[in-house]
């Protein structure tokens, strides 16, 4: 499954990604607002990881992506020292089995980000939707483009009716992004919920 906007490609997770979403997991900075979540995540963790959130694939449970940036003047790479020429680029997908994403020289993280729905439910016509996105991407539509593209499969395709997100009361980031970039507001509050089997939180539905 392969969804295309301007700027990103969103394809369901490979285990070449793993080591990419090694490091965006364990980044402080990217997952302040996920403290729950942040860890220094080995690879083999972000393997089961993947492998649970794809497990529902099959079935039409879930529908995860790996969202990957294409080369955009307008966003340069973070960190890169140049890019590397592009016999070596195409050398390096016939290398990696024919994954087609950007590949930068020297650049700190990959440019692989998670986005997904979960728990899907066809009789209900419902799911869930969450995205984690590398912090040096923040604030440059990104998340926007990578929703709405999601949104608009979920609804035209998939044929839902009702797509929730879920995020906890202190993750103001969310929050505003939410009301702000897509003019949502709170459906309802759930006091008590356990986050990622770790501790009980209040989350705020959208």
């Not at 996920?34 to 794809?54: A, F, G």
């Not at 439910?121 to 440059?140: M, P, Q, T």
């Not at 609804?155 to 009702?162: G, P, T």
């Amino acid at each position: 499954m392969i969804l295309e906007s301007k700027r990103l490609t969103l394809r369901f997770p490979v285990e070449a990604d793993d080591v990419y979403l090694q490091r965006i997991l364990s980044d402080p900075g990217t997952m302040n607002d996920l403290p729950y979540l942040l860890k220094d995540w080995t690879l083999e963790d972000v393997q089961q990881r993947r492998l649970r959130q794809t497990a529902g694939h099959p079935t039409g449970e879930a529908c995860n992506f790996s969202m990957v940036l294409k080369d955009d003047p307008n966003l340069p790479v973070i960190g890169s020292t140049g890019k590397i020429p592009l016999f070596f680029k195409y050398l390096c997908f016939v290398l990696i089995d024919l994954l087609f994403f950007s590949f930068e020289y020297s650049e700190k993280y990959s440019k692989f980000q998670l986005l997904g729905m979960n728990k899907i439910d066809k009789v209900n016509k419902d799911a869930s939707v969450g995205i984690i996105l590398d912090k040096r991407y923040w604030r440059k539509g990104l998340a926007k483009e990578a929703l709405s593209s999601v949104l608009n499969y979920a609804f035209e395709i998939l044929d839902l009716e009702r797509v929730s997100f879920e995020t906890l009361e202190f993750n103001s980031n969310m929050r505003g992004f939410l009301e702000n970039a897509f003019g949502l507001s709170v459906y309802k509050i759930e006091k008590d919920v356990l986050v990622y089997g770790v501790k009980y939180d209040v989350e705020y539905v959208y």
